[in-house]
Each structure stands twice: as C-alpha cells, then as structure tokens.
C-alpha cells in the first residue's frame, strides 16, 4: 500500500475510468448535497423520536419491562443494518437515485403506519418500526454512493463527506425534539404522521434536485451482472436471527430454547453467506476485494458505534428515569451535541487528507470511551454542567471521526461500479452494531442489575466502555501496523530513486562515452578521405593507443601526437 493510500487517499483515475460528474451550479449543488445528507439526518431522527419517548409510548401500550422497551429502538436499527446490503447492490443495478428515491416514499409509508399501530398494540408498532428501517437501509448507501460518483477524490470530497456525518447527531436531536413536542404537548402518533410527510417532500425533492449521472462501460457490465440471490437471502437471515436473538434475551430470557437456537442457527447461515461469497460469479458483498487494513477500520467502526449505542439509549434512561426529566428536557440538554458534531466533521473533513486514517480512529475510538466513562460515574444529582455537558460535548467526535473516514477510504479503494457496496458496509457496520450493542448491554442489566435502575444502567454503560476499549486496542493495532508498512515503503522508494538515480548517471556516462567514440571516428574518416585526394601529404599514421588528452583534463576532447 502506498502512502497516500494509508492518509485514505487514492491514485489519479485514468483516461478509461468513470464518466465525469456533470457540472452544477453552485446553488444546485447546495441543494444535491443538502439533500443527500437529509438521508443521515432522517435515518438518525428515526431513532430519536422513539428513545426519548419511549416511555409514554410504552405506557399507551402498557409496557414497563426494559427488555421489552429496547425493541422500540432496537427493531428500527436491526433492518436499517441488515437490509442496507441488498439496497447498495440495488443501487448499482438500476440506479442511485431511483432507489434513493423510492427509499423515502417506502420511509414514509411505515411511519404513518407506525402512527396507526396505536389502535392495535405494541406488537404491530414493533413490525413498523422494523419496516420502517428498510426505508434507511435504502436511502444511506445509495445516498453516499451518489456523493461517491459525484466527487472525485480530494478535499472537497472529505468536506461533503464530513458534512453528511454532521448529520447524525443532529439528526438525532431533531426527531428528539420533534417526538417530545408531539408526545407531550399532543399524541405521539402525530410524530409518525408529520414524519412521513417530510419523507413524501423529500422524496420528490431529490427526484428533481439529483442529477442524472452518466454510466461508464464497467457500470453497464456490472449492472447486467444479475443479482446474488443465494447470498441475499443468507445474509439478510443470518443478520435478523443473530440480531432477533440478542435482543430477544434480555426482553424473556436465555433461558428459553429458541433464543440460544436462533442464535445458533444465524451463526451457521452468516457461515454458510461467506462461503457463497467467496465463490460467487457476481457476490452482494466482493469479499475478496477487502483488504486487512479495511478490516481493521470496520472492527474499529462496530466497536465504536455499538458503544455508541448503548450510550444514546441508556444516557436517555437515566435523564428520564433516574433523573425524572421531562422528554423535551431531555433531548433540549442534548443539542450541544448538534454544535459539537458540526464542528467534528468539519475538523475531519480537513484533516482526512492530511493524517492517517488510522490515527483519527484511534481519536474516534477515545472519544467513544471518555463519552461512556463520563457518564457512567456521573453522580445522580450532580449538575448538568459538570460531567454530564462535557461527555455530550465529546462523544459526537467520536461518530463524525469514524463515520466519514472509513466511508472515504471504503468509496476511494472500490471500483466505480461497486461504490453502492462500499457505501452499504460502512453503514451495515454502524446500525448493525447500534442493535447487536443494546442487546448485549441489555442482556447485562438484566443478569446483573436484579431491579434496580441505577446499577442497571452503570452495568450497562460499563459494557460499552468494554467495547469502546476494545476499539482503541484495535485502532491502536491498526495505527502501529499501518506505520511500519509506512516506514517500509518509504525506505523501498528511497531505494527505488537511488537506484533510478545510479541507472540514469549509468546511461549518461555511456551516451558521453558513445558519443566521444563516434567523434575519434569521423575524425579518422576524414583523414582518409583527404589522403586519398592529397597523397603527397601522407604521413604515417600512429597507432590508436598514441591518443592522449590534451590538457590531461576529464573534459577535455581526444587529440593525436
């Protein structure tokens, strides 16, 4: 790997690579990217709406059980991750925008359906909110592959990059704000309702704001490709059976058999999903094409945000049970979030080209830690300035580190024709981990806690700290070996220019050479001819070892005694 490649950077595109993007106004291209990141914010305000009210939602259903509650958020974040892996390879086939499009309208459909759920019981609002997760799965990686064709490599690239990922924490507030003033002030259907409206609105905005992009030869081929059905169907299963199951054991125990059998089953299928992969003529997801090094960026993504997750759901919990905060109170302490994500990505979005990929995930994986670990030893009725305004402060430059940097470096290293796949595993990778990390953190407070509250929510939030560790150890892993190969390849291509050098001196010297070689010739050749014109003159000629440089000087030209 080159050293641009570790700083997340990629070689010139050649003459035969992708079509050009087409050109915008600036104005248009305000609108494009505003619209594109609208797909971070809405996917994040869908999580926001339901964690700060989850519990007069739970109270219109008659639920109380923390395992049971979890599912509210957890049912969303399990399709958003899984269901991304078909739509990215959607996208590459019939088309970003369509599915970008259509992402929404499916988004739509769901939530108001979601609203309408409040007639019937939890059961059904559960199954809404895990269909309105596709709607996500669709809109995040076609919206990121779009960005991908549409910004070559560069800086401008890292600072859309790194304004989409602004996106998530205040995407988060909004639909905070917005579920909590619905839900208090009104009924908390109406926050479904006006949800699936925005979605309608921007749906029809992106259709006329997107622009059409023009396909290269390797898009078509890939396109007429054919879809991977089998390792579809395998990895869509394996991912809700292992994701059903985690969450499934905190809500009635893994004591029941058919959550430890689910679980099994998944593993076995996620098993039997990598070897189609491997062999497969067109895979959903190029398994051979990942290199270690985007290994270890997406272990420190899974590690990070699953972390992330437990502190989102569990920091709500204890505002609203431990500390008897209001919803909209709860999410009004949240904004400087907002403020501190924004400036998060615009550090990252100038710094992604000039630092190491790997070192920004070590910071990425800190900030997740110092997050988990100011809030968990927070006292119950310490001030909200103290720990409490730093840890909100802190945590977004964890998500806006580590999101946009491993999307670059996934969209930059793929072909063109697979950008719909890079964008697909970076966001698979962060939702996915969301769901799987509240089901292990519940699974803790359920063994552990024994009823109380608090100790349930300093188990859990100790968990996340264990998965945040377990990221700055990996980043750190990563940081170190992506230095030395640094350091080894730098010292090759110094090798490489000294030996170019010595070869181009070489070749100097032996055209210097030739060429004083040729000169003594025609010299001799001259000579002979004026002899034969001239005989009188002859006089004898001296052997060639009697040349000598006149002068004695290395530069001097050869001349006869």
């Known amino acids: 790997m080159r050293l641009e490649e570790e700083r997340g950077e990629a070689p010139n595109p050649s003459p035969s690579g992708p079509p050009p993007a087409p050109k915008l106004s600036l104005l248009h291209e305000i609108a494009f990217v505003a619209i594109i990141c609208s797909a971070q914010l809405m996917t994040q305000a869908g999580l926001g709406q339901i964690i700060a009210t989850q519990y007069i939602v739970g109270k219109d259903f008659g639920i109380t059980n923390p395992g049971l509650l979890s599912w509210f958020s957890a049912s969303y974040s399990l399709t958003v991750g899984t269901f991304i892996l078909i739509a990215g390879r959607l996208g590459d086939m019939y088309g970003h925008r ?22 019937s019981g939890h059961v059904l609002f559960n199954f809404c909110r895990a269909m309105q997760g596709i709607g996500p799965a669709f809109i995040l990686p076609n919206g990121l592959a779009l960005l991908g064709r549409f910004y070559p490599p560069g800086p401008r690239k890292g600072m859309v990059f790194g304004m989409f990922g602004a996106t998530a924490p205040n995407g988060f507030i909004v639909g905070a704000v917005f579920g909590s003033l619905f839900s208090q002030l009104a009924w908390w259907p109406w926050t479904y309702y006006s949800f699936a409206i925005a979605c309608v609105g921007l749906s029809i905005g992106g259709y006329l704001i997107i622009p059409t992009m023009e396909s290269s030869a390797a898009d078509n081929v890939h396109r007429r490709a054919g879809f991977d059905w089998a390792g579809s169907i395998t990895g869509v299963t394996g991912l809700v059976l292992v994701n059903f199951a985690w969450n499934q054991g905190p809500a009635y125990g893994w004591d029941k058999p058919y959550v430890y059998i689910l679980l099994i089953i998944g593993l076995i299928i996620l098993g039997l999903f990598v070897f189609i992969e491997l062999r497969a003529a067109q895979p959903l997801v190029p398994l051979h094409s990942l290199s270690g090094e985007t290994g270890y960026v997406l272990a420190c993504v899974a590690a990070g945000w699953s972390s992330f997750g437990i502190w989102i759901y569990y920091m709500f919990r204890f505002m609203l049970v431990t500390r008897h905060l209001t919803p909209l109170n709860a999410a009004a302490q949240m904004t400087p979030a907002g403020i501190s994500g924004l400036l998060a990505s615009m550090t990252t979005g100038f710094l992604i080209h000039k630092v190491p990929v790997a070192r920004l995930m070590v910071v990425a994986m800190i900030a997740f830690c110092v997050g988990l670990i100011l809030i968990s030893t927070a006292p119950v009725h310490q001030t909200y300035w103290a720990q409490w305004f730093v840890a909100i402060l802190v945590t977004p430059w964890g998500m806006d580190i580590s999101f946009p940097a491993s999307t670059i470096m996934l969209s930059n290293f793929v072909s063109h024709e697979h950008q719909g796949i890079a964008a697909s595993l970076v966001a698979t990778v962060v939702n996915y981990s969301i769901s799987i990390g509240l089901g292990i953190a519940g699974t803790v407070e359920v063994q552990v806690a024994g009823g109380d509250p608090l100790k349930g929510f300093r188990c859990a939030t100790w968990t996340g700290i264990g998965l945040a560790g377990m990221g700055i150890v990996i980043s750190i892993i990563f940081a170190v070996r992506m230095s030395m190969k640094s350091s080894h390849e730098a010292k090759m291509q110094k090798m490489h220019a000294e030996h170019a050098a010595r070869a181009d001196a070489f070749s100097a010297h032996s055209e210097m050479t030739h060429s004083r070689t040729g000169s003594v010739q025609e010299k001799d050749n001259f000579d002979d001819v004026e002899l034969q014109q001239h005989p009188a ?25």
């Open 537 to 561: 003159t002859r006089q004898p000629r001296m052997p060639p070892a009697t040349y000598i440089r006149s002068g004695g000087s290395a530069g001097s030209h050869p001349s006869r005694i």
């Open 98 to 119: 369509l599915m970008f499009c259509s992402g929404f309208i499916w988004f739509a459909l769901w939530s108001l359906i979601a609203g309408l759920s409040v007639y």
